[in-house]
């Protein structure tokens, strides 16, 4: 089974060379702390930053450098700053190539609930509805199911949508999950965890063709 890093360290490798990427608040911000070297990549935040890197050692944290999440954070050579419009107008134009996002729960669909929990106090959507419209590419870091061990991948979302139809592939602490026309397909599994364990956590429609490989982190 994966912590959050090891969710992280997997997306990573999802990474492309000379791929722009946004990172979404939560486990996508530990992405850019393991892409793998030889490669140039450029994180986007919807905050006005181009060219993050990762975070900083403590003690050399610079309280004005923050990513959309408040955390803060390092930027490499050449990074540069700029305002919310922008910062819209590269995600709007669709000039990213691959979103990184944190989810409550995904549908076999590829629908995704990521911003709100009905009676609790929230200030709205916020970017992930432009990030969600406009991106070719979503992958969704998150944890399999909740707390109670209810599944979060599911036939349909309960909670409030932030888009439809939009995931691509799915990363969560039990398995790597694409979406197709034809509901969830496994495509790898966590280190120690049975493709059983993997079935019983997942309420969708889940696709296994052939032997499962595990994930090589």
Known sequence: MLDKIGIAKRIAQEVQDG???NLGIGIPTLVANYVREGIEVEFQSENGVLGMGP???EGEEDADLINAGKQTI????GASFFDSAMSFSMIRGQHV???ILGAMEVSEAGDIAN???PGKMVKGMGG???LVASAQNIIVAMMHTNKEGESKLLKKCSL???GVGCVKKIVTNLAVIEVTDNGFKLLERAPGISVEEIIKATEG???IEGDVPEMVL
């Not at 390092?74 to 050579?77: D, G, Q, S, V, Y």
């Open 115 to 117: 911003w709100k929990i």
């Open 55 to 57: 975070f900083p050692f």
């Open 97 to 99: 190539d691959l979103t």
């Open 160 to 162: 409030p949508l932030t």
């Open 19 to 21: 791929y722009y990427v």
């Open 74 to 77: 390092t930027t490499l050579p």
């Open 205 to 207: 429609q889940l696709i």
């Open 128 to 130: 992930a509805m432009d």
